[in-house]
């Protein structure tokens, strides 16, 4: 049977006996270890074709692969097709009309790099190995969110592949309830084998600012850092941290701070009203290129580490939040980031992505190697997770970490998850796309 699909086939099949196996079934996460029955790496549009008709008449059930970020290693399937997409990685900048045409299966980092040479950028996520796949499709939160919307809000228009192996332009006017869908819907609908990205001029230079605290002082520091919120300019994220540094001999400790995306200059004037703050044991700020930004976490975040992840929007941040967020377990981190701006300019409702009016978004990851340490790792993130539990107002589909029906409900409200189902059952009626964060038919 795969005899049939190698004749129409640019790219690589790979069976478990053949070498590239094992690293073509490998993901971030390396809690994820299924064993896929065939990976079928592709390398064009009519692959993706050839190989969703494949699956569909072997009865083999088929995850799609990005960039192989998401937490529950959603695209591997024990015995199934694993459809690769790290083959259609290309990007193209056109700096005329500020649009980029990206690959369904490229890398953020490749996006990013392509679109700074003409000093563009979009909004991207923060780790630069991230797929631009799954994250766009679920929404795309990163520094630039609040000056220029969620990545979703930046796409002009998708080449898609549905479940039927049609090929479809999705864009605003061609099948626009799709095109709703996919703006935060995530890879429920079909394989995207490209995207098309509005640009923007953001320049190349981006400065951070931290301020470190003793965790006792912390409770005062967060609370007046609460109190910046309303006047903070759409070019600075404000973000908070708990954990532990290096540099301050492993204690635990927490950080306030800001990401500002344009002109040093200009960000360093809100460098006084954070100065003020708490007594800071250090502080830091520095000037740096977009792009470093944008790596900037990339090997902290490495693969090859087990992994869980928490992640909640916070539609509040009382005093009690506060005190929960100070309160991770040992060897544990998180962070809070300022939501809104650009983000909240897009009405409830005109996308798939329903937290458009979250204040805050928190998320607490653990990455450790020993299989033994799953439970307790996993337990402890869960355990601190659920201290911030009453200020959340649902989560984000992206950071899902659980295969549980409920994780997906409250990643969408009650009326969008309705149209999701309704516009599910239109494209993918047999529910092909399932080894995703489901929306049921
Ligand atoms: C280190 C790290 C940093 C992160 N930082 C951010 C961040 O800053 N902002 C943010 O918003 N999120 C962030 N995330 C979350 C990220 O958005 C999700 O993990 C996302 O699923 C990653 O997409 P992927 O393509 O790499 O994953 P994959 O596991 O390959 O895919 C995830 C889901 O999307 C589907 N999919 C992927 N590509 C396509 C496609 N072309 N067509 C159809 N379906 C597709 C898959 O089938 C699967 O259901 C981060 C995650 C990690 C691990």
Redesign the pocket.
């Known amino acids: 049977m795969t005899d049939l699909l190698i004749r129409g086939f640019d790219g690589v099949l790979i069976h478990p006996e053949d070498e590239g196996y094992e690293a073509g079934r490998s ?3 390396a809690i994820v270890d299924r064993r896929p029955a065939l990976i079928a790496k592709c390398a064009n549009t009519a692959d993706v074709v050839a190989a969703i008709r494949y699956g569909r008449d072997a009865g083999m059930e088929i ?9 529950l ?3 591997v399937v024990e015995g199934g097709l694993l459809l690769d ?1 790290s083959g259609l990685a290309t990007v193209r900048v056109d700096p005329g009309t500020r649009r980029a045409w990206v690959g ?2 490229a890398l953020l980092g490749a996006l990013d790099i392509a679109a700074q040479r003409y000093g563009l950028a979009t909004t991207a ?3 630069s ?7 766009t ?6 520094w630039l969110g609040r000056q220029l919307g969620l ?1 979703c809000d930046n796409v002009a228009s998708y080449q898609l592949v549905t479940a039927d192996g049609d090929v479809l332009r999705v864009d605003a006017n061609n099948h626009p309830n799709l095109f709703w869908a996919l703006r935060g819907g ?2 429920n609908f ?4 490209e995207f098309e990205f509005h640009l923007h001029p953001v320049g190349t230079q981006a400065f951070v600012a931290d301020f470190y605290y003793e965790l006792k002082e912390a409770r005062t520091a967060l609370r007046a850092w609460r109190d910046l919120f309303a006047d903070t300019p759409r070019r600075a994220t404000p973000v908070a941290r708990v954990g532990q540094w290096d540099e301050f001999g492993g204690r635990r400790m927490a950080s306030i701070g800001f990401v500002w995306v344009g002109d040093p200059d200009e960000g360093r004037q809100l460098l006084p009203s954070y100065s003020g703050i708490g007594r800071p044991v250090a502080q830091r700020a520095r000037e740096l290129s977009y792009l470093d930004l944008q790596m900037g ?1 990339d090997d902290a ?1 490495q693969h090859a580490l087990r ?1 869980y992840c928490k992640g909640l929007y916070l539609r509040e941040f009382p005093d009690q939040a506060i005190d929960a967020f100070l309160a991770p377990g040992n060897e544990m981190s998180a962070r809070l980031t300022l939501n809104g701006g650009a983000m909240a300019d897009v009405p409830p409702g005109a996308s798939a992505y329903s937290h458009r009016d979250a204040l805050l978004e928190f998320t607490t990851s653990a990455g450790w190697t020993d299989a033994a340490e799953d439970e307790t790792r996993v337990g402890a993130t869960r355990t601190y997770a659920a201290g911030l539990e009453p200020f959340a107002s649902g989560s ?1 589909v ?2 899902i970490s659980d295969d549980d029906a409920t994780a997906v409900r409250r990643a969408y409200s009650t009326a969008d998850l309705t149209r999701l189902a309704a516009i599910k059952r239109q494209y993918d009626p047999t529910n092909v ?1 399932h ?3 489901n929306i049921r038919p």
């Open positions: 993901v971030w996460n995850g799609v692969r990005g960039g192989g970020h998401s937490f290693g959603l695209p997409l369904g299966g996520g923060n780790v190995h991230t797929g631009v796949g799954g994250l499709l679920g929404g795309g939160t990163g990545t995530g890879g079909g394989v995207v084998t976490d975040e992994r984000y992206n950071t796309f080894h995703t964060l």
